[in-house]
């Protein structure tokens, strides 16, 4: 089974914010970007099936690939509670700090821990392997696919925020006889 | 600082047989295999150090890409000791069995062990990144580049083999304030 991962394309948040669960709206450069990344995609099988984040900034790049787009609340990025919406300068300095240091285990107020995340994409990504697919291409987030590298490669959940994980970026996946084996990362 | 690892292209051996340490020569595709890295490769700096196993296999390529290559043997691939150009269907059953199930720590004969690897291109990189060099090139071999992923990640070093390492493949990375930042994996 092939998984192909592929992260939303630049979105038109004002540099500085703090954004998991909001709805931001992508940049005006969508179009562009999207063909880029249609350049890196081998062509797709007849029943490849195709999985978002509901969030718009997945799914629209979803829908441009497939008219039948499955969305998935585990696919949904980081949930920063109280932080969705604020700028990083207006946030409680040392609460920052104190998630800055301790994120794996920390949630933000009324938010998510990173350890919060890999549980859910991990069950995800169970579930997808049990599908049998032959073909499967999940859109998502920054910190679901690292929060998924985690979980295949039973990293640190720390040591996952060495992958850089561009914006419209490609990763692959082989599943076959219970192992996982990452063709490429962030090409 | 930018390190780019490079694998050797594909090698003429035939198909079955043990080789790590043997010097095995190219195939003939490899003026074809060398242009296409080439276009994957980015414009590199005037002060940019080329390293190199000394296998021809690698050494090759990096005289390719430059007239001053360093040649170090903590970029030699696996020790296969007495299997060394044997084939896999030659080798003892059992003690080929052993070995594969237990290759993190167990020798071929005479041989060394992933964890012997691991420690010697451990060594290297932790060399390499004290050079303080803007930009290195490393060709090596599919074994230490899942050595050096395992040093880099503190992987279990079984789960190194997670990662697919193509002949010609190029992957790259970023060392900063002692954060290694991995761009991308076998582009």
Redesign the interface.
């Given at each position: 089974m092939d998984i192909y991962l592929i992260r939303h394309t630049q979105t038109a948040a004002a540099k500085g914010l703090c954004y998991g669960r909001s709805d931001i709206a992508l940049a005006d450069s969508f179009a562009r970007e999207m063909e880029a990344l249609r350049q890196k995609l081998p062509e797709l099988a007849e029943d490849c099936r195709f999985y978002s984040s509901a969030l718009s900034r997945c799914k629209r790049l979803a829908d441009s690939l497939s008219d039948e787009v499955v969305t998935d609340e585990r696919l949904l990025e980081l949930d920063f509670g109280d932080w969705e919406g604020m700028f990083f300068d207006d946030i409680d300095a040392e609460a920052l700090n104190l998630w800055t240091r301790h994120f794996v285990d920390v949630p933000p107020p009324n938010g998510e821990s990173f350890t919060d995340l890999c549980r859910r994409a991990g069950s995800f990504w169970q579930e997808l392997i049990k599908t049998e697919l032959s073909q499967a291409v999940v859109v998502t987030h920054a910190g679901v696919i690292r929060a998924l590298l985690t979980h295949?490669?039973?990293?640190?959940p720390a040591?996952a925020f060495?992958?850089?994980v561009d914006h419209g970026s490609l990763h692959k996946f082989q599943y076959s006889h219970q192992?996982?084996?990452?063709?490429?990362?962030?090409?």
């Amino acid at each position: 089974m092939d998984i192909y991962l592929i992260r939303h394309t630049q979105t038109a948040a004002a540099k500085g914010l703090c954004y998991g669960r909001s709805d931001i709206a992508l940049a005006d450069s969508f179009a562009r970007e999207m063909e880029a990344l249609r350049q890196k995609l081998p062509e797709l099988a007849e029943d490849c099936r195709f999985y978002s984040s509901a969030l718009s900034r997945c799914k629209r790049l979803a829908d441009s690939l497939s008219d039948e787009v499955v969305t998935d609340e585990r696919l949904l990025e980081l949930d920063f509670g109280d932080w969705e919406g604020m700028f990083f300068d207006d946030i409680d300095a040392e609460a920052l700090n104190l998630w800055t240091r301790h994120f794996v285990d920390v949630p933000p107020p009324n938010g998510e821990s990173f350890t919060d995340l890999c549980r859910r994409a991990g069950s995800f990504w169970q579930e997808l392997i049990k599908t049998e697919l032959s073909q499967a291409v999940v859109v998502t987030h920054a910190g679901v696919i690292r929060a998924l590298l985690t979980h295949i490669l039973k990293l640190s959940p720390a040591a996952a925020f060495q992958f850089r994980v561009d914006h419209g970026s490609l990763h692959k996946f082989q599943y076959s006889h219970q192992y996982t084996y990452i063709h490429y990362l962030n090409l």
